[in-house]
């Protein structure tokens, strides 16, 4: 256990949904005693309704990796101490670029998107990636997921009813200029360098970022010793892992390797494993 808790919380949002996705996780964390922020990428403040309304033309196609990851740094930066970040999917990227700045006392990055150069060769991967990036299209119009790629992207498994619902709480346009940024070096982690602990948090029926890549993400960082890395693959769980019937499960794990990790106060530690093959 290292002695560098913190009872500040920053959720870090992922790439298509508002940053109300966290409502939940913050809400729970904030019962166990944490200060929460949550805070919307630039240009996404508002409801997901609202900002659909204005694809393709939304000021949120301004956005890149960069100025992304520069508006988290600054809103760090501000508060009293140094946060714990959480983060899901393309916030999972963020997060790494972030401890990568010493910028946060943990990471866990759940179901996170890789940085540049870990990738994979399954097929999931690359039907769920491939249109977000807009490849031979304007970068400066946003992209939006439709809602028949939202049921094989994110919510597989679901019942159509909560599909439907999900999709129009929670999907905005997305800057195909933030996607891209994950191929390029904007993307770029020294795994040889120290780094605060990292838990990876993966599922093993993710289309999008599947528990391998997950994994292959975690076993970058794995070869520093000095740092703490640990990985836990979850069996059922999707992409949508944040709003499933199960995210007390998984926020009950996150606090738990808190707790035994940095000295955060949580639940009962459950055991980490590798991914299914």
């Keep these: 256990m290292q002695n560098n808790s913190s009872n500040s919380i920053v959720f870090v949002t992922g790439a298509f949904v508002s940053s109300t996705c966290w409502n939940e996780w913050k809400a729970y964390f904030q019962s166990q005693g944490y200060t929460c922020y949550a805070p919307a990428h630039p240009h996404k403040e508002g409801i997901a309704a609202a900002l659909r309304s204005e694809?393709?033309?939304?000021?949120?196609?301004?956005?890149s990796l960069t100025s992304v990851v520069e508006f988290y740094a600054a809103f760090i930066r501000r508060l009293p101490e140094k946060p714990i970040l959480i983060g899901h999917?393309?916030?999972?990227?963020?997060l790494q670029l972030l401890l990568q700045q010493n910028l946060g006392t943990a990471g866990v990055a759940i179901h996170s998107v890789p940085p540049q150069g870990v990738l994979t060769l399954k097929w999931s991967f690359f039907r769920s990636v491939t249109p977000a990036l807009g490849l031979f299209t304007s970068q400066k119009k946003t992209y939006l997921m439709s809602f028949k790629h939202w049921q094989y992207t994110f919510t597989n498994g679901l019942d159509l009813a909560t599909q439907r619902a999900t999709y129009e709480q929670f999907v905005v346009p997305e800057s195909k200029r933030m996607s891209r940024g994950a191929l390029t070096q904007e993307a770029q982690i020294n795994f040889a360098r120290p780094h605060a602990p990292l838990l990876f948090v993966a599922g093993s029926t993710d289309h999008i970022m599947p528990a391998s890549l997950n994994y292959s993400n975690y076993q970058r960082y794995a070869k520093h010793k000095g740092s703490i890395t640990e990985f836990k693959e979850f069996a059922g769980r999707n992409h949508f892992v944040l709003g499933l019937p199960t995210w007390r499960e998984s926020a009950d794990f996150v606090l738990s390797w808190l707790s035994y990790t940095i000295g955060a106060p949580a639940p009962v530690r459950a055991r980490t494993a590798e991914p299914q093959r």
Excluded: K, T, V, Y
């Excluded at 999917?89 to 963020?94: A, D, E, M, V």
């Design 55 to 63: 694809h393709p033309h939304s000021s949120i196609a301004h956005n």
């Design 89 to 94: 999917s393309f916030g999972g990227l963020i």
